[in-house]
């Protein structure tokens, strides 16, 4: 064996070789716990390596290798890399390395992060021997919106079609359920029938009989109309006498800083005087896009509407301004906002200690609401197991607006 190992790798690597064969044969001799990991054919790579475990009472030889060497991720997927292993054990002693973080992160679990576009290699590494996957991230497809509403919305391939389809028929009807303060739109089938429903609405519609039930159609338009209590509204579409959509009053004429903060939270009750109250993004929606002549019926029943009723954007009394969240106009000091988090900050934690994702943690929508009971977090955190660990913290709040945010948490080895 000697001269054969000389003959390989020359008088002094052979010396060195046999120094280790003979560790090697000590450690097993004496039940030390040595894992061996071989290259992706298995045993014939010449870089096996000797790594030392923690179990003192247990040796083998492992073999691994990264299944993958090339995927495509999106920017925002999470996953874990397959990998191949002679026994579980072994995924415990594998290490983890990305060669840009800030495109592919990876933790101690193995779980994968594609964060933006680009490309990252990610490396399992066991002592002098590694195995590596090139990650290409793809820009997302989905791409949130910035809303402004708080409509609910279905059926956009037939509604597309509809819009496309050159046809004389009105594209919408409406439908509003006094009882439960929702409006729903319709757009018709192939048989001509107003029954796809395609957004759906919150209202504030009267008490009692005073939104009569009925069929009517939309007769007139004013950007802004006196009401009833000297007060004005925005976006007005009449459609039964004195009986109208508009947004919720204002108490200034063309003052859109005036809304009634009240009444806006208010939505989703019966507390008008008979008109069909509705966020300024709705009336404004069934202003640019209802014609006259389109159809509406107004009628009562326990059910919503095939899609619900949607939430409201409420109005936070501790802020000073008065305007309608969902206002697009450029003036709206909401216009540009978003949800935001507090406390999603890095932070260090020990080895075992407990540990709550949600500690500290709060969410407030684009008007200031605390919405924290809607935070999801992805990603987790093994305190048993010291590394950096990746949470992705994120938001949604009722006009659709969206943030997040990552946060990492080092373990440190106790």
Same mark, same amino acid.
């Given at each position: 064996? !000697?001269?054969?190992?000389?003959?390989?790798?020359?008088?002094?690597?052979?010396?060195?070789?046999?120094?280790? @064969?003979?560790?090697?044969?000590?450690?097993?001799?004496?039940?030390?716990?040595?894992?061996?990991?071989?290259?992706?054919?298995?045993?014939?790579?010449?870089?096996?390596?000797?790594?030392?475990?923690?179990?003192?009472?247990t040796?083998?030889t492992?073999? #691994?290798?990264?299944? %993958?060497?090339?995927?495509?991720?999106k920017?925002?997927?999470?996953?874990?890399?397959? #990998?191949?292993?002679?026994?579980?054990k072994?995924?415990?002693?594998?290490?983890w390395?990305?060669?840009?973080?800030?495109?592919?992160f990876?933790?101690?679990e193995?779980?994968? #992060?594609?964060? +933006?576009?680009? !490309?990252?290699?990610?490396?399992?590494?066991?002592?002098?021997?590694?195995?590596?996957?090139?990650i290409?991230?793809?820009?997302?497809? +989905?791409? /949130?919106?910035?809303?402004?509403?708080?409509?609910?919305?279905?059926?956009?391939?037939?509604?597309?079609?509809?819009?496309?389809?050159?046809?004389?028929?009105?594209?919408?009807?409406i439908?509003?359920?006094?009882?439960?303060?929702?409006?729903?739109?319709?757009?018709?089938?192939?048989?001509?029938?107003?029954?796809?429903?395609?957004?759906?609405?919150?209202?504030?519609?009267?008490?009692? %009989?005073?939104?009569?039930?009925g069929?009517?159609?939309?007769?007139t338009?004013?950007?802004?109309?006196p =009401? @009833?209590?000297?007060?004005?509204?925005?976006?007005?579409?009449g459609?039964?006498?004195?009986?109208?959509?508009?947004?919720?009053p204002?108490?200034?004429?063309?003052? &859109?800083?005036?809304?009634?903060?009240?009444?806006?939270?208010?939505?989703?009750?019966?507390i008008s005087?008979?008109?069909? $109250?509705?966020?300024?993004?709705?009336?404004?929606?069934?202003?640019?896009?209802? *014609?006259?002549?389109?159809?509406?019926?107004?009628?009562?029943?326990?059910?919503?509407? &095939? =899609?619900?009723?949607?939430?409201?954007? +409420?109005?936070?009394?501790?802020?000073?301004?008065?305007?309608? *969240?969902?206002?697009?106009?450029?003036?709206?000091p909401?216009?540009?906002?978003? &949800?935001?988090?507090?406390?999603?900050?890095?932070?260090?934690?020990?080895?075992? /200690?407990?540990?709550?994702?949600?500690?500290?943690?709060?969410a407030e929508?684009?008007?200031?609401?605390?919405?924290t009971?809607?935070?999801?977090?992805?990603?987790?955190?093994?305190t048993?197991?010291?590394?950096?660990?990746? =949470?992705?913290?994120?938001?949604?709040?009722?006009?659709? $607006?969206?943030?997040?945010?990552?946060?990492?948490?080092?373990?440190?080895?106790?």
């Amino acid at each position: 064996m !000697k001269d054969y190992v000389r003959d390989s790798f020359g008088n002094k690597g052979g010396k060195v070789v046999l120094v280790v @064969f003979f560790v090697l044969l000590i450690a097993l001799s004496v039940g030390g716990a040595v894992y061996v990991f071989n290259g992706n054919k298995l045993f014939e790579d010449n870089q096996s390596v000797v790594r030392t475990t923690n179990d003192n009472n247990t040796f083998g030889t492992y073999v #691994f290798t990264l299944q %993958d060497k090339k995927i495509t991720m999106k920017a925002g997927d999470i996953g874990s890399l397959r #990998f191949k292993a002679d026994d579980n054990k072994a995924k415990d002693a594998i290490e983890w390395s990305s060669s840009d973080r800030d495109t592919v992160f990876v933790d101690p679990e193995g779980r994968v #992060f594609a964060l +933006k576009k680009g !490309k990252a290699t990610i490396t399992a590494t066991a002592g002098y021997y590694s195995s590596s996957c090139e990650i290409t991230v793809k820009k997302s497809k +989905k791409q /949130e919106g910035w809303g402004y509403s708080t409509a609910y919305t279905s059926n956009k391939a037939i509604l597309e079609k509809n819009k496309n389809s050159y046809s004389d028929s009105n594209l919408y009807s409406i439908d509003v359920n006094r009882k439960k303060n929702c409006v729903t739109v319709y757009t018709y089938n192939k048989n001509g029938k107003y029954n796809v429903a395609v957004r759906s609405m919150v209202c504030s519609c009267g008490q009692g %009989d005073a939104t009569p039930t009925g069929t009517f159609s939309i007769y007139t338009k004013t950007r802004w109309q006196p =009401l @009833f209590g000297n007060v004005y509204g925005q976006y007005v579409t009449g459609f039964n006498g004195d009986i109208l959509f508009h947004s919720v009053p204002y108490e200034e004429y063309e003052n &859109p800083d005036s809304v009634e903060v009240k009444d806006y939270n208010g939505l989703g009750k019966s507390i008008s005087m008979g008109c069909v $109250r509705l966020a300024v993004a709705d009336a404004k929606w069934i202003y640019d896009n209802c *014609p006259e002549g389109t159809t509406v019926r107004v009628y009562e029943d326990d059910i919503d509407g &095939p =899609l619900g009723t949607p939430p409201s954007m +409420k109005i936070n009394t501790k802020k000073s301004t008065s305007w309608d *969240p969902t206002d697009d106009d450029k003036r709206n000091p909401y216009y540009k906002k978003q &949800p935001a988090f507090k406390g999603v900050e890095d932070s260090a934690i020990d080895e075992g /200690e407990q540990f709550d994702e949600m500690k500290g943690i709060k969410a407030e929508d684009t008007a200031g609401n605390d919405i924290t009971e809607k935070v999801k977090v992805k990603g987790s955190v093994n305190t048993d197991k010291p590394g950096e660990y990746l =949470l992705r913290y994120s938001v949604k709040d009722d006009m659709g $607006r969206s943030i997040l945010k990552d946060r990492i948490i080092t373990v440190k080895e106790s």
